[in-house]
C-alpha cells in the first residue's frame, strides 16, 4: 500500500469540506468530475493526488477558489472572483433580483 503524503491529506480533506458543503455526495461529483467514485474517494482520503486538470474542474463546478481547495482558505480576491463567476452563472430572468439584494448586503452598515 502506497503511503499518503501530508498534502495529500490536507487537499483531500479540504476538497471532501468543500464537496459538503457544495451538497455533493462522492457519486455525484466523481460523475460531474468524470471520475470514478473511488478515485474520488481516494482523493479526499489523500491516499491519491488530484491532477491540475481535475482541481480546475473541481473549482468551477463548487464555486470555490483553489486556494480554498489548497490551503484551506480562500484569499480575499479570490472570495471575489468565486463570487462574481457564480453571479455570471445566474439566468438572466433573476439577475436583476439578485443585483438588488447584493446592493442591500452591501449598504448595510
Known sequence: MREKKDINIEIGGNIQVAREQAGYTQ???????????NHLSAIERGASGISLEALQRLCRLLGV????????????????????????????????????????????S
Open 27 to 37: 457519486d455525484t461529483l466523481s460523475e460531474m468530475l468524470g471520475m470514478t467514485p
Open 65 to 108: 477558489s483553489a486556494d480554498r481547495i489548497i490551503f484551506g482558505t480562500d484569499a480575499p480576491e479570490a472570495e471575489a472572483l468565486a463570487l462574481a463567476r457564480r453571479i455570471s452563472d445566474i439566468k438572466p430572468e433573476y439577475r436583476q433580483q439578485v443585483q438588488e439584494l447584493l446592493s442591500a448586503i452591501l449598504n448595510m
